[in-house]
């Protein structure tokens, strides 16, 4: 259970959500509803909307270019977090997906605000760390020149670039760059402990690539406070302590009280069962959360140990 926190001096703010049925999203909601911030969110499922004094959906088709503009009435901040998943297999026409699922849904949302100006204030774009090369010696801060001139770099820059467009309405735009998401209920952590449960654990190539992760809870925190100080412009969501993947490994398997018996896993050989995704995997990203914390923003979670304490307790 997230807590909730005073929010007088915030009473009126009404939040819009894309992505909002996935894992943060969800998060997202259930935080702020337990503080009484109302919500739109856009949805393309007819059948995921409902109708409630403070949860409304709103229909939206990004490759159609449909969108309800009554999804902007009374709204002061959108959080961005729509997009399609990057931990599918990287075909051609998927990463090509990828890239227009972000780029073509945020297109679509600065239409809709040019033609209703006025009264959204801040935007607030979900990001990823991807931007930043692969470096086992490099530590990454937000104004960092060191981009990744990949896929993955290609895609975030993209991404970025359209959510910069904003601007030109007058509208804060905060881009929050976000580490490896540690959750229980999905995403990369559920998939790292299911080798290691059946005890065929173990770290990915050397496993000294360095991963910056946040416990969800934080980063749907740092979402709202973000939006309760108007923050602007790019903040890394990562967690004070970053590790190795051989540290994240070790420290879930002692966690669940499982061996580790296997040999480290040699990158050839997922990337024959991933394809090019399996970069994921591999890429090592020393990501500093300073900024945000000169922002005054507490973590939680600022220790693996402390995180997996609360994520496996019922695993």
């Known amino acids: 259970m997230i807590p909730a926190v005073n929010l007088k001096e915030n009473y009126r703010m009404k939040v819009l959500i894309t992505g909002a049925t996935g894992l943060i999203g969800n998060e997202l909601v259930a935080l702020l509803l337990q503080n009484g911030i109302p919500i739109h969110y856009l949805t393309t499922s007819r ?9 409304k959906g709103f229909y939206w088709n990004p490759e159609q270019g449909i969108i309800d503009e009554n999804c902007l009435m009374g709204v002061d901040v959108i959080i961005h977090l729509a997009g399609a998943s990057i931990s599918k297999r990287w075909t051609r026409s998927y990463k090509q997906e990828i890239i227009e699922s972000r780029v073509i849904s945020t297109n679509l949302l600065f239409k809709a605000l040019k033609t209703n100006p006025g009264q959204v204030k801040q935007i607030i774009a979900a990001s990823a760390i991807g931007i930043y090369r692969d470096s086992l010696k490099n530590i990454y801060y937000e104004d960092s020149k060191i981009l990744d001139d990949g896929f993955l770099g290609n895609v975030v ?36 402990i299911k080798p290691v449960k059946i005890g065929m654990g173990a770290p990915f190539g050397t496993g000294k690539q360095i991963q910056s992760w946040i416990h969800v809870h934080d980063l749907v925190e740092m979402y709202f406070y973000a939006a309760r100080h108007e923050w602007e412009g790019i903040f890394n969501a990562v967690a004070p302590n970053p590790v190795t993947n051989k540290e994240m490994t ?39 959360e300073k900024k945000a914390v000169e922002h005054n923003f507490e973590f939680k979670y600022k220790t693996l140990e402390k995180a997996l304490d609360h994520l496996l307790t019922l695993a």
């Open 157 to 192: 820059i993209k991404w970025e670039q359209s959510v910069d467009k904003f601007k030109l309405l007058n509208i804060k735009v905060c881009k929050l760059r976000t580490g490896l998401v540690l959750s229980n209920k999905g995403g990369a952590m559920v998939e790292l």
């Open 47 to 55: 059948k995921k909307i409902t109708d409630e004094s403070n949860f």
């Open 250 to 288: 070790v420290a879930i398997a002692d966690k669940l009280h499982k061996p580790l018996f296997l040999p480290k896993i040699p990158q050839f050989l997922m990337q024959l069962v991933l394809g090019e995704m399996h970069q994921l995997l591999y890429s090592s990203q020393f990501v500093s």
